[in-house]
């Protein structure tokens, strides 16, 4: 984007005027951002420091006119924050987090490893001489044992007590302790369409992204005046009476307590769910 950042938000109105008669085209430069954003987080380089400023006002901008929905934003957000992995898809949905936290708990050995495949094809192999219908059965059967047994780890006590939380994603483009340059790109985000995430569902799902945003800028070994000055002043404009954490062991707190509550409330739709299928 070579634009004068002055004129982005007339690039976005002139798209919103033209999605009615050209929707196509639209959504494939909407998808052009998306790739070249993911791009610029791959390749870390410094040069390109401008032209990401740029795309990250653009993207808050198509959202100012409503071209992109919120979700693409929040994913967005927590993509920058570690979130991601090849992409900023489903990066900020509620269950991300405690994925990640599983996922890395087996690495850590906190919990045991997943069932090998070995196992699974040895138990396929001894149900082929059964019956199609039984077999089939079982290994439905099977794999919802499966999946029932991968989601009861979701809740484990053990997941939120790791030190320091284990909460990026393995496959996520790195970002170095020591850079705080994805902190100005989601201010920068948050400055240009945060201000519509004050009511409803949406003060919630901003207020809970504040809370992994801290602990993201807290876990830097060292935030210029600058950035920090940056990040106080985007929290203050957003939410004036919002307390900010001084420490990195406080942000993780406050984390680790935001998870715990989540988990309980997953781990209670899960029973309702059960509960239904028996029902049923």
């Given at each position: ?61 198509l ?16 993509h ?6 090849a ?17 890395q ?30 077999s ?75 809370l ?69």
């Amino acid at each position: 984007m070579q634009t004068n950042f002055d004129h982005i938000h007339r690039i976005a109105s002139l798209m919103c005027a033209l999605a009615k008669y050209l929707p196509s085209a639209i959504i494939a430069c909407i998808d052009g951002l998306l790739e070249a954003i993911q791009v610029g987080l791959e390749r870390e380089d410094p040069r390109d420091a401008p032209i990401r400023v740029r795309q990250m006002k653009f993207l808050a901008e198509l959202y100012n006119y409503r071209l992109v929905d919120s979700s693409v934003i929040f994913d967005m957000l927590y993509h920058l924050c570690g979130f991601g992995s090849a992409t900023s898809h489903q990066a900020g949905n509620i269950r991300t987090a405690h994925r990640i936290l599983v996922e890395q708990a087996r690495v850590n050995g906190v919990l045991p490893s997943a069932p090998s495949s070995a196992s699974s094809s040895s138990s396929s192999a001894s149900g082929s001489s059964l019956s199609p219908a039984v077999s089939g059965g079982a290994s439905a059967a099977a794999e919802a044992q499966a999946a029932g047994a991968s989601s009861s780890l979701m809740f484990q006590s053990s997941l939120y007590e790791q030190e320091p939380l284990p909460l990026v994603d393995p496959a996520a483009p790195a970002d170095w302790p020591e850079s705080c340059f994805r902190v100005t790109l989601v201010c920068m985000l948050l400055q240009t369409c945060g201000h519509y995430f004050s009511k409803g569902a949406l003060r919630l799902k901003l207020d809970r992204f504040l809370l992994f945003f801290q602990r993201v800028v807290r876990a830097k070994t060292y935030v210029p005046f600058l950035v920090e000055a940056d990040f106080l002043d985007t929290l203050e404009a957003l939410r004036p009476q919002y307390e900010i954490a001084k420490t990195l062991p406080e942000a993780e707190q406050r984390v680790r307590e935001l998870l715990k509550e989540e988990a309980r409330i997953l781990a209670a739709m899960e029973q309702e769910d059960g509960g239904e299928e028996e029902d049923e």
